[in-house]
């Protein structure tokens, strides 16, 4: 490509490249604050009358944001030459860029506020950080396949608050958990493979993990310790919630491609006096006994793959625990089953 030597007549010399998945409320954050203005002022200066900024999105690099900011054609282009930066390259890192539901391209530059059909996490820090130059978190909508850094054996958590308190973690270190990152590498070979026919198998096998790690008997030893390792020996039982979807995230991916390779055992019949196929095969596969027990199970879930409550319409790209547009909030862990440890809790008191 060959180099430019002038700029047009409104960029700034000061080019600032989009973040992959990046919102474009971030990414104008960013863009304002190089240029030592808020976003407000930024719009405002180009001639884009500004819609109200909520203050999620007045506050730089706020996280999480899910009121994300809609540009219309008009101001689009305004952005793209200012910043420097080809539009289609604004549109390709962007995942919103193009959200604004267009008017005919002679209207005047607008920008509106919306909420997002989907939850932006805060990107992996130290991707961030070599890509940014900077430690500001960056929200990004990521596909279910890239809420893993392999790079820096990173997990991004999402947005969480304990009763009703927002809770500062929104990673976790997986350097202690090989086999979470070996189940990732398995995750994207799966779909490689199989396309959407994947997608139905995770989504089924997502919710049954979820279902069975808030149900699992005191025997049940391996997801207790992954949630040690990954909390590092400390507040065990709160990573067991807050990092539910590593936790059993290994046996999800070998669920889901016994679900994928063997879909007619999900129709099986239960002969009387025998435990159901279905269970006994999935039992043996994760290897845990407890889960021939078929109030594990949804009634006839063969047949049913939306039993959960709240799952994200588009089962294609989300977790189901994670991202669900009607209810923008954070997850609140209490209602995941956790219940922290009252301080003042008098031993021998229960019961
Ligand atoms: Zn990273």
């Given at each position: ?9 409104r ?39 500004g ?72 990107g ?10 900077q ?127 063997h879909?007619r ?16 095969a ?18 006839q ?24 547009p ?26």
């Open positions: 490509m060959p180099r430019r030597h002038h700029l047009a007549p960029a700034s010399i000061l080019r600032l490249a989009p973040v992959q998945w990046e919102t474009t409320v971030s990414y104008l954050q960013r863009l304002a604050s190089r240029h030592h203005l808020d976003t407000a002022e930024l719009l405002r200066g180009l001639g884009i009358p819609p109200l900024l909520h203050p999620e999105c007045t506050r730089p690099h706020g996280p999480y944001t899910s009121i994300e900011l809609y540009l219309n054609p008009a101001s689009r282009s305004l952005i793209a030459d200012f910043a420097g930066i080809p539009e289609e390259h604004l549109a390709h890192a962007l995942p919103q860029w193009n959200g604004h539901r267009d008017k005919p391209h002679a209207a005047p530059p607008k920008a509106r506020l919306r909420l997002a059909p989907m939850h932006a996490v805060t992996c820090p130290h991707c961030t950080l070599a890509r940014t130059g430690t500001h978190p960056v929200p990004q909508y990521l596909p279910d396949t890239a809420l893993i850094c392999q790079r820096h054996s990173t997990w991004m958590l999402g947005r969480h608050t304990l009763a009703g308190t927002r809770l500062p973690i929104e990673h976790a270190s997986l350097r202690r958990a090989p086999e979470i990152l070996a189940a990732h590498r398995a995750h994207v070979r799966f779909l490689k493979r199989w396309g959407p026919a994947a997608d139905h198998a995770l989504a089924l096998a997502m919710n049954l993990t979820e279902t069975w790690r808030r149900n699992a008997p005191a025997d049940e030893r391996i997801w207790p310790a992954r949630a040690r390792r990954i909390g590092d020996n400390k507040r065990a039982r709160l990573w067991y919630a807050l990092a539910r979807e590593a936790i059993t995230y290994p046996e999800t991916i070998t669920l889901a491609q016994f679900l994928a390779h879909p055992t999900l129709h099986a019949r239960e002969r009387p006096g025998h435990a159901h196929p279905l269970h006994t999935v039992a043996d596969l994760l290897g845990r006994p407890w889960l021939e027990n078929p109030a594990l199970y949804p009634d879930f063969g047949n049913r793959i939306t039993y959960t409550v709240g799952r994200h319409p588009y089962p294609r790209s989300r977790w189901p625990y994670r991202h669900n009607y209810d923008p909030g954070p997850t609140e862990l209490t209602k995941l089953g956790y219940q922290p440890p009252h301080p003042r809790a008098v031993p021998g008191k229960r019961r």
